[in-house]
């Protein structure tokens, strides 16, 4: 074998070839943000970027390379669509692949139109494939592409790439989230900005964060001249950020391009990371705020989150959202220990498939772990089947009742707001601790508008499942003390595992 073969460097400039921005048929070369990547990757990588940067084409390159050199190595890229998974596997990878030299050593068969597998000729097996979502399996390689619009426009599918597709990579695997912003909304938002907040992982499991805004595009800006009418504000902006001629040139003309929107540059082509995220809408929670929030993976077990073990003499509440279990929104449980001076999220459940009576049990179960929570249940629609199970399996004077005596907490256009703005109050009040990405995400999304809608939407792309479990858990903090059950007494509560 070619020594240079058993350089990766040499192999991703040499051997593969891409079409460049001009649709002509060049050979890849890294580019510099793809260099300086490559040299500061982790095993957990989140990139912020500008647009026109070619990291989804680094990225499919890069995997195929790693297929292609690796015996028994399943690659996985998920972009934001089904159309979109298929232009990238069509336009990048098997475009590579077609004109790869070596392409005579490898054994090639495609199960479907969006996967390669590479056969050694030594009974070894290698695959790349494309998809829009998670999907089973081990793969040591994980890339997903502009996952904030993801999250934007499809947060359950986001959450479904959080919480199974990532997990799936073993830790000496990788995983390589790459993204314009779309605004603090969002997985993408949370992932990045815990991420650039630590600024270097400890462990393999944590995410790297990387940041290269459009000062990179080095090829482009080779080809502009600068220009002598650029406007006062331009002017401003250059010496703020100190910017060179050639550079606040190239930003004009993309600003002019974008009809002078302020706000649609800054989102493709930011210069800072505090701009690449700002956003328009009246949110309910302050952004800052919730920045503040130390975030946690937890441990999880059987669709429970715990963050904290339960400790004994504390005093817990759950409240939990009722949904029907057919893979639409999920039924969610959100538990908060009012003992610490700040009142703290503990554990959350999630599960959108399970039924309304069996629900029940996970509340039950959820509750006496945490020294027999007082427990408030949504009672709107299929609330009804979930009280009516739990009281049958769970001590009724745990269970919140309304002033009216109804079981079951009901949220309504009365209701609603209150228990939103109370929460947002604590938030923006520094009042309380929030570990859970997921719920920091919803609340993140959540519109002020939202306030007036009570009812179900199934067209609606986010129902805020967890954050409306947080929120009339949140409204127990008041309850009299005395309606609490002592925990059990057959022995010392033990930490959940990890978590001692």
């Known amino acids: 074998m070619d020594p240079r073969l058993k350089d990766k460097q040499w192999r991703l400039s040499h051997l593969y070839t891409i079409k460049n921005k001009l649709a002509a048929l060049v050979q890849f070369k890294p580019n510099r943000a793809q260099r300086e990547f490559e040299a500061k990757k982790h095993t957990r990588n989140i990139v912020l970027k500008s647009r026109q940067l070619g990291f989804t084409t680094y990225e499919s390159i890069d995997d195929l390379d790693d297929t292609l050199f690796t015996r028994n190595f399943d690659s996985l890229f998920i972009a934001q669509d089904l159309d979109t998974a298929k232009d990238i596997f069509a336009n990048k990878v098997e475009l590579a692949w077609e004109h790869f030299p070596l392409s005579q050593l490898y054994g090639v068969s495609t199960d479907t139109a969006r996967q390669l597998k590479f056969d050694f000729g030594d009974k070894t097996i290698s695959s790349i494939s494309v998809d829009s979502s998670g999907r089973s399996g081990t793969f040591q ?39 314009t912003a779309n605004g603090s909304d969002g997985l993408f938002y949370d992932l990045f900005w815990e991420a650039w907040k630590r600024n270097a992982p400890t462990s393999p499991s944590e995410f790297k964060a990387h940041f290269f805004n459009w000062t990179y595009d080095d090829d482009e800006m080779s080809r502009i001249r600068i220009r002598e009418d650029i406007p006062k504000e331009m002017r401003e902006y250059q010496a703020q950020n100190k910017l060179t001629d050639l550079q606040i040139s190239y930003y004009y003309e993309k600003f002019l391009s974008l009809n002078k929107n302020w706000a649609d540059m800054k989102r493709e ?65 959100v538990i908060w220990d009012f003992t610490p001076i700040k009142p703290v999220v503990v554990a959350t459940f999630a599960d959108n498939k399970i039924a309304p009576d069996i629900f029940a049990y996970q ?69 309380i601790e929030i570990p859970s990405i997921l719920i920091v995400s919803e609340m993140r999304r959540y519109d002020k508008e939202e306030l007036n809608t009570t ?46």
């Open 363 to 431: 509340i039950k179960n959820g509750a006496e772990k945490y020294s027999m929570a007082l427990v408030a249940v949504e009672r709107n629609n299929h609330g009804h089947t979930t009280l009516s199970k739990l009281k049958e399996i769970y001590p009724i004077r745990n269970i919140f009742v309304d002033e009216k005596d109804k079981l079951g907490w009901d949220t309504n256009l009365v209701s609603k707001p209150k228990m939103m703005f109370d929460l947002s109050t604590a938030v923006n009040d520094s009042l």
């Open 455 to 500: 009812r179900f939407n199934d067209l609606a792309t986010q129902h805020w499942d967890l954050l409306t479990a947080c929120a009339i858990g949140f409204q127990m903090r008041n309850q009299k003390k005395d309606i609490f059950m002592p925990p059990p007494t057959t022995g010392l509560v033990k930490p959940f595992p990890g978590l001692g």
């Open 141 to 179: 390689r994980l890339h997903i592409t502009e996952f904030a619009k993801v999250c934007k426009d499809f947060p359950q599918k986001a959450k479904e790439i959080l919480t199974g597709s990532i997990p799936a990579v073993p830790l000496h695997g990788r995983v390589d989230i790459e993204s």
């Open 269 to 333: 082509y930011p210069t800072t990371v505090f701009e690449a995220f700002e956003n328009s809408g009246a949110k309910l929670f302050d952004g800052t705020k919730l920045n503040v929030f130390t975030l946690k993976a937890g441990e999880i077990v059987a669709g429970w989150t715990y963050f904290e073990p339960p400790i004994i003499g504390h005093r817990y509440a759950l409240g939990a959202d009722v949904a029907e279990g057919v893979g639409q929104d999920s039924s969610t449980c």
